[in-house]
């Protein structure tokens, strides 16, 4: 007997998408990897060259989550403040918003 979750097979379908990026992002990536970490986190960040351009590859290694910043959103760090930050850290492993919130 198998045991099957409702949305299983979608779930798999986008894991197998995302890991697929995450290689094709380190496929591309420029210079050496760059590895930050204290206590609480370790992440690798990495220049990657897209078609869209440049951006810049966060992957945590503990968690295995990724994300890829260019350059605009990487500058939006700049315009936050500790709160925002805080806000983030207090919400680990979700989003700030979510995608379905309209505000």
Known sequence: MSLKWEGEDEDAEA??????ELESHIAASVGEPL????EFAEVTVRRVETRNGVRLLIHSVRS????????????SLT???EA??????????????SEGDDE
């Open 84 to 97: 925002t930050f805080a806000a983030m850290v207090g919400n680990m492993f979700a989003p700030l918003i």
């Open 15 to 20: 894991a197998r998408r995302a890991a697929a």
């Open 64 to 75: 295995g989550q990724w994300v890829s910043v260019d350059p605009l959103e990487l500058e």
């Open 35 to 38: 590895t930050i970490a204290n």
């Open 79 to 81: 315009w936050q403040n």
